[in-house]
């Protein structure tokens, strides 16, 4: 069965990495689909999201990356995908999945799994990640070598605006 894991990943963190490779273990194939939310104000862009992305899950044979544009649920269907996967965190992160995974099952008759963050990372979240970069501070043990790295690359190129 194939499953797609979506996200902006800005930037993609242990955390989402525990899920992802927990859903490579459960389902034949993976597609980690790397999306825009309009809400958000990105660190990175959508090309070095995808190419940290494919960087950091190269370990996983049956996960491949891909740009979401539009509608999840019109990109799981064009690739033949009936399962989402989301991971869980705190009860705030269900009451918005649970409503979620009921309007992409209406909307497009997709089944969502949600997986319980592992206890280690279950606080982990990209928004306080990019609070803390955004001021020079060290995020190296939530995120991969090569996504610290080019946080330091942006921050050291960016000064925190003030007011
Ligand atoms: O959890 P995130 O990081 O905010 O997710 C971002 C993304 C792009 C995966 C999400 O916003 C999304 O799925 N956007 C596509 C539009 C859509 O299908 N929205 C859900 C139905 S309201």
């Known amino acids: 069965?194939?499953?797609?894991?979506?996200?902006?990943?800005?930037?993609?963190?242990?955390?989402?990495?525990?899920?992802?490779?927990?859903?490579?273990?459960?389902?034949?194939?993976?597609?980690?689909?790397?999306?825009?939310?309009?809400?958000?104000?990105?660190?990175?862009?959508?090309?070095?999201?995808?190419?940290?992305?494919?960087?950091?899950?190269?370990?996983?044979?049956?996960?491949?990356?891909?740009?979401?544009?539009?509608?999840?649920?019109?990109f799981a269907r064009a690739k033949g995908a009936g399962?989402?996967?989301?991971g869980l965190r705190f009860a705030s992160d269900f009451d918005f999945e649970l409503q979620m995974a009921h309007i992409n099952a209406v909307v497009g008759s997709v089944e969502t799994v949600m997986l319980p963050a592992s206890s280690q990372w279950a606080t982990l979240s990209s928004t306080m990640i990019r609070e803390v970069a955004s001021y020079g501070g060290d995020v190296a043990a939530f995120v991969p070598d090569v996504v610290a790295r080019q946080i330091r690359r942006k921050s050291q190129g960016m000064e925190h605006a003030d007011g």
């Not at 399962?83 to 989301?86: G, M, N, Y």
């Open 1 to 74: 069965m194939l499953a797609i894991c979506p996200g902006s990943f800005d930037p993609v963190t242990h955390g989402h990495l525990d899920v992802i490779g927990r859903a490579a273990s459960l389902f034949d194939e993976v597609i980690v689909a790397v999306g825009r939310n309009s809400a958000k104000n990105y660190l990175f862009t959508l090309d070095e999201r995808l190419d940290l992305m494919r960087q950091v899950t190269g370990e996983w044979p049956n996960v491949s990356v891909e740009a979401l544009d539009g509608l999840l649920v019109d």
């Open 83 to 86: 399962v989402l996967v989301k």
